[in-house]
């Protein structure tokens, strides 16, 4: 789904897992924070979105 | 300068990757505004308008920088028409609740969330940036438009405040700022004074 040249330096990834221990210095909240903005990137995208994309070549 | 500058190829990568982006920037916006539907009409604007720019966007920079700065002034401007007040969604922090096992401490998500939405706009933006969008000081400084120094103070500053709540269980139930719910009350009992209340406007 996401380009490989983006993952790259997208840090964002869950490569720090929820409760991995070398986040240490965070909060128990810390590791919430990013379950809250993972499970919006991991949803499957909405048809409205897919729909928009298809369209946008119309207009360039 | 012109659109036809752009070869179709380059124009398929620009697409390419901004599909790719399309899912963290519905992550940004929904922890911006806390609304489900608004966080994704507000993607869908930025979309628009990214589509619109992309002669601007620099090839092998970081695409999802560029549209988080799009969003986000798409974002601040919705908030100075008042569209937008940090309103805590009930659905979706169930939702998550709910879905991911898994996790070490089932720490109150819903708590967080709704701690997240009383923070200042600033403030709540600059510590989704770093603490969850994993971008760095610099990087976020620079989609804010300010100061390293400040990017620093505000995430500081969330980050005591989230502690304070969380810690304490003191989390109040509303976005403390919501002139929006004052003001409707306000102009309802404006009404019922002058005697056009719900009774008399049929």
Known sequence: MMP???KTNDQASPAVRPGDKSEKDNPEWAN???QLYDSVVEEPLPDTFKDLLSQLDAKA | MSESERTASEQADFKRELTGVVPHLRA?????CGRADMADDLVQEALLKAWA????????????AWTFVILRNAYLTDMRR?????????GVAERILTAPAGQEEPIHLSDLHRALLTLPAERREALLLV???GFSYEEAANICGCAVGTIKSRVGRARAALNA????????QRSLDDDTAHRAILEELDEVAAGNGVASRS
Do not use: K, W
């Open chain 2, 28 to 32: 940004f916006a929904r922890g911006l």
């Open chain 2, 53 to 64: 720019a992309q002669e601007r966007f620099q090839p092998g920079t970081s695409m999802r």
């Open chain 2, 131 to 133: 603490g969850a969008g």
């Open chain 2, 165 to 172: 709540m969380l810690s304490d269980g003191d989390i109040p």
């Open chain 1, 4 to 6: 490989d040249r983006f």
């Open chain 2, 82 to 90: 008042n569209r937008f007040r940090g309103e805590y969604d009930e």
């Open chain 1, 32 to 34: 919430g924070l990013r």
